[in-house]
């Protein structure tokens, strides 16, 4: 099965449901897929970045960018809005990257970059 150019389209307008485990218990959430002048604006790096401050750069522009795509669904369905731009940050670092993996589409089992 392939996707078709109407439904990638489609996608940017439709609000995705989801949830994810979180300690035992399920967390909804809902997001949007951006198109390009939706995609959040970040300064570039300064020359000659160190590898540490690349890589908080780009987790910023990560972060930032899921945000962007959740507030997209919350304008969208505000009834089913569980995460605003003002309480992102205060969620379990562990949850929300549990959550901007799902969204991404990436894989990862649970701990694996989080030791306790």
């Not at 979180?22 to 020359?47: D, I, S, T």
Request: hydrophobic residues 35%; aromatic residues 8%.
């Amino acid at each position: 099965m392939t996707w078709s150019i109407e439904e990638l389209i489609a996608l940017t307008d439709e609000v995705q449901n989801s949830s994810v485990d979180f300690r035992g218990k399920e967390f909804n959430f809902h997001f949007c897929e951006l198109v390009e002048e939706e995609e959040p604006k970040m300064g570039a790096l300064p020359e000659g970045a160190t590898e540490e401050e690349k890589m908080e750069h780009y987790s910023k522009v990560g972060n930032n960018r899921i945000v962007h795509m959740i507030e997209k669904a919350n304008k969208k369905q505000p009834a089913n809005a569980s995460i605003m731009a003002e309480n992102w940050g205060m969620l379990p670092t562990s949850l929300r990257y549990k959550i901007s993996n799902y969204i991404m589409g990436v894989e990862s089992s649970d701990g694996e970059n989080f030791t306790i």
